[in-house]
């Protein structure tokens, strides 16, 4: 057994179970590979057909009338591009691509939807790697989404300064403004997880409870709407033939890849999750590593929120990242993580990401009802998580060699 | 008749052969000595006969029957009851509940009886002539008394061959000489007894026979009374005799000593220690001895900045310094290879190469970092000088031997380059070969410079290495001797008192 050998192993399970998941759309969903290189001009220009990744979350508050209506629109979107029948084109001149064209299909879209989760995943990783856990980062994700749509409501109206830079310009300040509020998110929960020592499930689900009454507070109980062209290009804009947003999951990816690989930060992390008592003893300061890993997963949090609202081009306090910081955990353990900490993986917690947001994604293009999407969902994920298992795969071992034996005598 | 017999048992993890076809047989009403060093598959042996590993091949055969044991649980419905080094208990239950758990007696309405259970407990910790309250929280007990009570609850099943790992390395004298007094009692009751132990008296004080393994392999079986003391070790470790004698005299004392390196005036902290001064020069060799709990690993968690004490001022290499964080600590170059290798020391999913570069990137902080191929000539050279067994540095710690864990955390200390290490029991649970080695290497080192704090429960370790000796009991200093005052009758008497 070589160092690379070992070094991908943990990838093995995830891309195994995604290429099953890709092998089964190939054959069983029409056109699911096909790919096509749209030229970018105004007329021609077609905005992403993404399903809202908070469906299963609208299907919950199924009372809000409004929420069913969006959950309509966007199967019946997916249903007709996905037969290639009619393809929505609307007119839109915000997806601007920087070369006039860009790469257009499913697989893309799952790549641009997928994005809020991979983002997340990134700091839910460390997170999880010290052992702790945070289930906040949904409602952090609405906190940034709430500022930044106030913020460039204000500007738009001009009353706030930095509103004579012009809308071409003055998006940053909302985007600043989500992620430094974010990143705050995520201090306060690292002081009380690793300042005052409280149980990180504990300590975090006072902003999960909290955070979306701060972003009512914040949009005063509206659905703030923009059109600002700079926030909606996060999320539908295109850049170097992707979606741009997939530039920006690559561009966290790297930086944390850098952040933890290239320093003795990633080592930290894996010696304080796997004995924390240990590492202190060994002279690594743990409070403060794991204050910052919190501090790392609400800047991601801040991220995945301003995607989220770029997305659909509104701040929506009740559903933005509804449920999310449950997918991201998932795409963690799914990659390979140990939710007890210790050594951590970011290319299985992508790999877990993309896995997830394909199946939400084959679910509603193969027609099933939001109600009962997460049924399935589940069914995938326990079986995912059983051939990680070492001991269901001995289990499931043993019987095929037992067969294989008595074969064998016969 | 033989009890228990193994017939070429192997046992292979990740690319490692722990066991190389071991025969193995005790009878009923024997104590059967199983000795080797660190590393020599002792407790893999055990771990496959109870049943918490398979074998790669070979079988066992307990009463005459051929077992495949799945679990511990399974070995102990047949009759096979282990007791571990660490107390394997669930300290936040109490003396009763642990006693009886799994097996809760109930009433007729299927609830658990809490009286009856009380009885039984109280039963079974009689057999040990053990007379504690049983509702209390096991915590509440001290490691020797949780030590017995998991004795208690091994003999509490219907048990016919007991199995004891390293059952005394936590007793002291008197706990010892109970205990012994017990296993003699349950032989003569007919039960078999495998005891597993680093103390080389306390073999032939209770054993009738005597195993020995080494490099996974069967050295031989012998009668107790015809294998003599010197030559045990030597099939331990795979000398002759002579060689040993002379691994034994090739310790030198330093006798040089220069500045003060350390040195602590007043230190202490309400509850823990009460005020102490100490001070140590380059090149000494400090003991600190004492029952268990009379503080010395108090001392050592003060110094370090575990537990930052409450009182006193401290002063390293003529600097005042304040040591309220083990990182203060490192960085001021002190090192401490606390107590409980488990808790506190290693990291069990990291590889030997990051368990041993750990503190030295600690110190070094997160942005300064070392090349891969520096942390593997680090590794390589640690592993080369102190001869730790393993294929690779890539290998888990986990894996490891406790012998070789320990060795390791010396290795990720010395490469901090230290000017004042503390050991606090770094002998324990070791065998002689690893235990000769350690004392020697401190010795290098405090003729290199170094200045070493020593803390062990063997009195004779201490007075042969150390240089001066600080006496504690009750929390307190209570003395202190050096040069030729330190002898075992002067230093017993002070902590007799």
Not at chain 2, 213 to 222: I, K, N
Not at chain 2, 253 to 281: H, L, Q
Not at chain 2, 295 to 321: L, N, Y
Request: proline share 3%; glycine share 10%; hydrophobic share 45%.
């Amino acid at each position: 057994m070589n160092k690379s050998s070992n070094k991908f192993r943990h990838l093995v399970w995830p891309l195994v179970s995604l290429a099953l998941l890709l092998l089964f759309n190939a054959i069983f969903t029409d056109n699911f590979f096909k790919i096509e290189v749209k030229k970018q001009d105004s007329a021609q220009a077609v905005q992403s057909t993404a399903v809202p990744d908070d469906l299963p979350g609208a299907a919950g508050t199924a009372a809000a009338q409004a929420a069913a209506e969006e959950v309509e629109a966007a199967k019946q979107t997916v249903k007709e591009s996905a037969g290639q029948q009619a393809v929505p084109e609307k007119k839109d001149d915000k997806g601007v691509s920087i070369f006039g064209y860009y790469l257009y299909g499913t697989p893309i879209d799952i790549l641009n939807q997928g994005s809020k989760v991979m983002v997340l995943a990134i700091g839910m990783t460390l997170v999880i790697a010290t052992g702790g856990i945070d289930i906040s980062v949904g409602a952090v994700m609405a906190i940034a989404g709430a500022i930044a749509a106030l913020l460039i409501s204000m500007l738009d109206a001009g009353n706030c300064i930095g509103a004579g830079m012009g809308p071409a310009w003055y998006w940053i300040i909302p985007v600043a403004a989500a992620l430094v509020l974010s990143t705050l998110a995520g201090f306060w929960n690292g002081m009380l997880v690793a300042g005052f020592g409280i149980q990180p499930m504990v300590a975090t689900l006072v902003l999960m409870v909290a955070g979306r009454g701060v972003a009512q507070l914040i949009t005063d109980g509206q659905i703030i709407t923009f059109d600002n062209p700079g926030l909606v290009f996060l999320c539908n804009g295109h850049a170097l033939f992707l979606p741009f947003s997939v530039w920006i999951v690559v561009a966290m990816y790297v930086i944390a890849g850098l952040l933890t690989r290239k320093t003795a930060f990633g080592l930290f992390i894996e010696s304080v999750g796997n004995n924390e008592r240990a590492s202190r003893y060994a002279g690594i300061e743990a409070r403060r590593i794991k204050w910052l890993t919190y501090v790392i997963c609400g800047f991601c949090a801040g991220v995945a929120g301003l995607l989220a609202a770029s997305n659909i081009k509104c701040a929506d306090s009740n559903n933005a990242g509804l449920y999310l910081e449950l997918d991201a955990i998932l795409a963690t353990v799914i990659g390979g993580t140990s939710m007890a900490g210790g050594r951590f993986f970011l290319s299985g917690s992508l790999v877990g990401a993309i896995l997830i947001q394909t199946l939400t994604t084959t679910m509603y293009m193969k027609n099933v009802s939001p109600a009962i999407v997460q049924v399935p969902k589940a069914m995938v994920v326990i079986i995912v998580c059983l051939l990680q298992s070492p001991v269901f795969r001995a289990k499931v071992l043993s019987v095929f060699a037992s067969k294989a034996a008595k074969g064998g005598v016969q | 008749m033989d009890l228990l017999q193994t017939k070429g048992i192997e046992k292979q993890f990740l690319g490692v052969k722990a066991l190389k076809g071991v025969d193995f047989a005790v009878k009923a009403g024997e104590i059967h000595a199983l000795m080797g060093e660190n590393g020599a598959g002792k407790s893999t042996l055990i771990k496959i006969i109870t049943g918490v590993y398979p074998a790669s091949a070979g079988s066992v055969y307990f009463n005459g029957k051929e077992c495949k044991f799945r679990s511990p649980l399974d070995a102990e419905h047949a009759g096979i009851s282990t007791v571990y080094q660490e107390v394997n208990l669930l300290p936040d239950l109490s003396v009763a509940e642990n006693i009886c758990i799994g097996r809760e007696p109930r009433t007729k309405l299927g609830f658990i009886d809490k009286k009856e259970r009380k009885v039984q407990a109280r039963k079974a910790l009689a057999r040990l002539d053990i007379d504690i309250n049983v509702g209390e929280n096991l915590s509440s007990y001290s490691i020797a008394i949780q030590q017995l009570v998991a004795i208690a609850r091994a003999l509490d099943v219907d048990c016919k061959l007991l199995i004891l790992d390293e059952p005394t390395s936590s007793l002291d004298e008197n706990e010892v000489k109970e205990l012994f007094k017990v296993m003699k009692k349950l032989r003569e009751e007919g039960m078999a007894i495998i005891f597993i132990t680093h103390f080389l008296d306390q073999v032939y004080e209770v054993s009738d026979r005597i195993t020995i393994l080494r490099d996974g392999q069967l050295v031989g079986s012998y009668d107790a009374k015809d294998l003599p003391r010197i030559e045990m070790v030597a099939k331990m470790i795979g000398k002759t005799p002579d060689e040993i004698n002379q691994m034994q005299a090739g310790i030198v004392k330093n006798t040089k000593f220069g500045d003060t390196v350390y040195e602590a005036k007043g230190i202490g902290r309400v509850g823990t220690i009460s005020p102490v001064d100490v001070s140590i020069r380059e090149g000494e060799q400090l003991g600190l001895a004492g029952l268990l709990g009379s503080g010395r690993s108090e001392i050592a968690q003060i110094i370090f900045g575990v537990d930052p004490h409450d009182s006193g001022t401290m002063t390293m290499c003529g600097k005042p310094v304040n040591f309220n964080s083990p990182q203060k600590a490192v960085k001021a170059k002190v090192a401490l290879i606390a107590e409980d290798r488990k808790v506190t020391g290693i990291i069990p999913d990291l590889t030997i190469r990051e368990n041993i570069m750990l503190a030295l990137q600690a110190s070094k902080g997160i942005w300064k970092t070392m090349t891969l191929k520096q942390q593997e000539e680090m590794a390589e050279k640690y592993i080369k000088l102190l001869r730790i067994k393993t294929p690779s540095g890539e290998q888990l710690i986990k894996h490891l031997s406790g012998g070789n864990q320990q060795k390791v955390l010396i290795a990720r200390w010395l490469a901090t380059n230290p000017k004042l290490l503390i050991l606090d029991e770094p002998t324990r649970g070791i065998d002689v070969g690893a235990k000769a080695e350690i004392e020697a290497l401190t010795q290098q080192l405090c003729g290199e410079g170094m200045a070493v704090i020593f803390i062990s429960s063997e009195l004779e370790e201490v007075v042969r290495d150390c240089d001066r000796v600080i006496v504690l009991r009750d929390r307190k200093k209570v003395g202190e001797v050096a040069g030729s005052d330190i002898s075992l009758k002067n230093v017993m008497k002070l902590i007799a008192g």
